[in-house]
C-alpha cells in the first residue's frame, strides 16, 4: 500500500460525508481534525492542527508527504508499519508520534480515527489531532521522578514503605523497598500482601509501645518514632529504629510514608562502648587501689601493732589507770582500721550516680590518710580547712574517687619530692580564674588540689580533659582521670577548672554549688554505757564465731535475750521453728545456700512487725533500707554506741506503729 501517492486532480476535497464528523470533533475541541485519502495520498488538516505545529495553510500542502516530512525521522518507519496494519485489518487506529514544530522543537502528538467513510469509490479516515506534549512531559517527569525515588529506595540501607491504616484498624502496605529482605527475611511482595507478616516478628514485649506510637502519631498527626527488636524465622534477633511521618486521606485513613533501619550493629557498638567505659572505670580504681596496697598494709601492720601491744601489756596489768589508757589505744586503733576500711570499701563499690548532702571539709579530712598513704614520704600534704562545714549535694562516692584521682596525678608530676596542699573554700562567681567554666553567678564551694610539681605546657594544658589523652603513656596511665573529673563535676552542677605553667605546680579545683546544711544533729560524745532496752527474743545470725560472740556479749548487755545462728540456712529454720522471735539482727554474706538477703525476706514474710537490723560490710547493702525490707542498716565493724543508738530507735519505731 503505497501511503505517499499524488493526489489526482479533484480529490484532494474531502467528500462532503465529513460534515457531520468534523462537527463531532470541533465539538468536542478535541484540538484539530484531518481527513486523509491513503489512495490519492490527499491529507486535509483543520486550522486549529496547522496552528498547534506553527504553520498556516500555505506552508503545508495538502499531503500525505508533508505530513511525513514533518514526523520525528525516528518514528517515521513505526508510525507507517502501524498505519498499513490498522488499514489492511480495516479498523480504527490510536497512534502517538513527534512531529517538528515550525520553531524546530518536536512535539508529541496523540492521534486517533474517529470513522471510515466512502466518497467517490475512496476510503478516506477521518480523525483527531492533539498536542500532547504537555501531558507527556509531565508524565515522562513524574516517571524519571517515580524512577529515582525507587532507586533511592533501593540504596537507604533499610526499607522504604508507605504505610495505611484505615478507620477500621485494618492495614495495608502500599509500597514496600526490597530493603526489606535483609530486615524481616520476607520480600516487599509477601509483606503486601500480608502486613501480619511484620508484626508478627515483632517481640512480644515491644508489641504494645509501637502500637502505642502508631496510633497516637494517627490521633495527633506526628511523627512515630520507635526502637524495637524482632526475631526473624532463621532466629536473627535486630534492633530496628522506625520513623514514619503521617497524612490523613480523604476517607479517614491515615497513610506514613516511613523508613526502618537496622540499629543491630550500633546496639552492639553502644554495649561495648558502655562496657568499655565500665571496664575502663574498673581498671582506674583497680589501678588506684593497687598503688595504695603497700601504704596500707603498712597502716593495717601499724594498727594491729598498737592492738596487739597493748593488749600484750594489759595482761595481768590491775592499774585502773594503766587499763584505761592501753583500752583507749586499742579502740583508737580500731576505730582508725574501721575508717580505713570504709574509705576502701566505699572507693571501690559499683553504684549509681546518687548525690546526697556532704560536707567537703568532713570527706577531706576522712580522706586525709588515704591520700597520705598515696604519696611518698618525700611528698608533704598540707591542708587549708576551713573551721565551718562546706555543704554541697553530690555522690560521696565519686567525689572520693575524683578526689585520689587528683592526689596520683599530682604525686606523678613531683617524682622526686614537693609538696601538696589540699584546699577548701568559699567563692563567689564569676571570679577571673574560673570565668572560663561558664558556670552562672552565685557561690560555690571549692575543693583543689594543688602541687608543686613540673606543671604542663600550653598545648598539653589545651588537651588536659581529653579522654584517653596522657602524657603518661598507655602502660602507666589510661588518660581518664581528669575526664572523669570535669565530667562528674558537671553532672554535680558545678565544674572543674585547672591552672599550670611549665615549673610552676599545678592547681586543679572542683566547684560544686553551695547547699543546705546537712539534715539531723551532729554526733556528740560517745557514750560508754549500753542502754536498757526491752528484753525481746532476738536471732543474731552471723558466721565468724569471734564475731558472732562479741555481737552476743553487747546486745545480751542491753538486756536482749539472744540466740544465735551460724548461717544463712540455720536462720531460716529458726525462723520457722520459732515464733517468738522478736528481734533480728543479721549479717548479709552467709555460708550456705540462704543468703542474708533470704533471711530479711524470710523473716519480713514471717514476722512483719519484727524489727530487722543489717550489719554488712558492704556499701550496697543500703539499697535494703531504701527499698523498706529492713529497719537500719549499719557498716561493720559499727561503733558501740551507734549500735546501741540504732536498736533503740527501731525497737521504740516499731512499738509506735505497732
Not at 525515588?149 to 514503605?161: K, M, N, T
Not at 528481734?583 to 533470704?598: F, R
Request: glycine share 8%.
Amino acid at each position: 500500500m503505497n501511503l505517499g501517492s499524488q493526489p489526482q486532480p479533484g480529490t484532494i476535497s474531502p467528500p462532503s460525508e465529513l460534515g457531520s464528523w468534523l462537527a463531532r470533533v470541533v465539538d468536542g475541541h478535541y484540538g484539530g481534525y484531518w481527513a486523509w485519502e491513503p489512495a490519492s495520498g490527499a491529507l486535509w488538516c483543520s486550522d486549529t492542527l496547522l496552528a498547534a505545529l506553527g504553520r498556516r495553510r500555505e506552508d503545508f500542502p495538502p499531503h500525505y508527504d508533508t505530513f511525513r516530512e514533518l514526523l520525528h525521522p525516528e518514528d517515521r518507519t513505526r508510525l507507517e508499519e502501524d498505519l498499513r496494519t490498522h488499514i489492511a485489518a480495516g479498523r480504527a487506529y490510536s497512534l502517538e508520534f513527534r512531529m517538528r514544530h515550525k520553531n524546530g522543537d518536536y512535539r508529541d502528538i496523540d492521534c486517533r480515527t474517529v470513522s471510515e467513510i466512502g466518497a467517490d469509490g475512496g476510503r478516506w479516515y477521518v480523525g483527531m489531532m492533539r498536542d500532547v506534549t504537555d501531558e507527556r512531559t509531565t508524565q515522562r517527569a513524574l516517571e524519571q521522578s517515580e524512577a529515582h525515588f525507587r532507586q533511592l529506595a533501593e540504596d537507604i540501607p533499610g526499607a522504604v514503605f508507605r504505610y495505611v491504616l484505615g478507620t477500621d484498624g485494618r492495614d495495608s502496605v502500599e509500597y514496600m523497598s526490597q530493603g526489606c529482605e535483609a530486615i524481616w527475611e520476607i520480600t516487599a511482595e509477601e509483606i503486601q500482601r500480608d502486613p501480619g507478616a511484620v508484626w508478627r516478628r515483632v517481640f512480644d514485649e515491644d508489641i504494645p509501645d509501637l502500637r502505642e506510637a502508631i496510633g497516637r502519631s494517627a490521633q495527633e498527626l506526628i511523627v512515630w518514632d520507635q526502637v524495637f527488636r524482632i526475631r526473624t524465622d532463621s532466629g536473627q534477633v535486630r534492633w530496628l529504629h522506625g520513623r514514619g511521618t503521617p497524612t490523613r486521606r480523604d476517607d479517614g485513613s491515615t497513610t506514613w510514608n516511613s523508613i526502618v533501619l537496622d540499629i543491630s550493629e550500633l546496639r552492639t557498638a553502644e554495649a561495648e562502648l558502655r562496657e568499655s567505659q565500665l571496664r575502663l572505670a574498673r581498671a582506674s580504681k583497680l589501678e588506684a587501689i593497687g598503688k595504695l596496697t603497700g601504704g596500707i598494709a603498712h597502716d593495717f601492720n601499724n594498727l594491729l601493732a598498737v592492738i596487739v601491744g597493748n593488749a600484750e601489756l594489759l595482761e595481768g596489768e590491775t592499774d585502773p589507770a594503766e587499763l584505761a589508757s592501753g583500752l583507749e589505744q586499742i579502740l583508737q586503733a580500731a576505730g582508725r582500721g574501721s575508717a580505713l576500711t570504709r574509705s576502701l570499701l566505699n572507693f571501690a563499690r559499683q553504684a549509681p550516680l546518687a548525690p546526697t548532702p556532704q560536707d567537703l571539709v568532713a570527706v577531706v579530712r576522712d580522706m586525709l590518710q588515704l591520700c597520705r598513704r598515696t604519696v611518698p614520704e618525700s611528698i608533704s600534704i598540707d591542708t587549708e580547712l576551713p573551721s565551718v562545714p562546706c555543704h554541697v549535694v553530690v555522690d560521696r562516692n565519686t567525689l572520693e574517687n575524683a578526689l585520689l584521682n587528683l592526689v596520683i596525678n599530682a604525686r606523678d608530676a613531683m617524682m622526686d619530692g614537693g609538696a601538696l596542699r589540699l584546699r577548701v573554700r568559699t567563692v563567689s562567681g564569676p571570679s577571673p580564674d574560673w570565668s572560663e567554666t561558664g558556670l552562672p553567678e552565685g557561690r560555690f564551694h571549692e575543693l583543689a588540689v594543688i602541687d608543686s610539681g613540673t606543671g604542663m605546657a600550653v598545648e598539653v594544658l589545651e588537651r588536659a580533659f581529653e579522654p584517653f589523652f596522657s602524657t603518661k603513656g598507655m602502660s602507666e596511665g589510661s588518660g581518664l582521670g581528669l575526664s572523669m573529673v570535669q565530667g562528674f563535676a558537671s553532672q554535680s552542677g558545678g565544674a572543674v577548672r585547672i591552672a599550670s605553667e611549665p615549673g610552676g605546680g599545678t592547681e586543679v579545683a572542683m566547684l560544686f554549688p553551695v547547699a543546705a546544711p546537712l539534715p539531723g544533729k551532729q554526733p556528740g560524745r560517745v557514750s560508754a554505757s549500753a542502754p536498757r532496752l526491752p528484753p525481746l527474743r532476738t536471732l543474731l545470725v552471723e558466721d565468724d564465731p569471734a564475731v558472732r560472740e562479741l555481737l552476743a556479749k553487747l546486745l545480751a548487755r542491753t538486756g536482749l535475750v539472744v540466740s544465735t545462728a551460724p548461717s544463712g540456712d540455720a536462720a531460716l529454720e529458726r525462723l520457722d521453728g520459732d515464733d517468738a522471735i522478736e528481734l533480728l539482727v543479721t549479717d548479709m554474706v552467709l555460708p550456705g545456700q540462704a543468703q542474708g538477703s533470704d533471711v530479711v525476706r524470710h523473716a519480713r514474710a514471717r514476722r512483719p512487725g519484727v524489727p530487722i537490723l543489717v550489719l554488712t560490710g558492704y556499701a550496697e547493702d543500703a539499697a535494703l533500707l531504701e527499698a523498706g525490707a529492713v529497719d537500719a542498716v549499719l557498716t561493720k565493724p559499727a561503733p558501740r554506741d551507734r549500735l546501741f543508738e540504732t536498736l533503740d530507735r527501731i525497737i521504740r519505731a516499731r512499738s509506735v506503729d505497732s
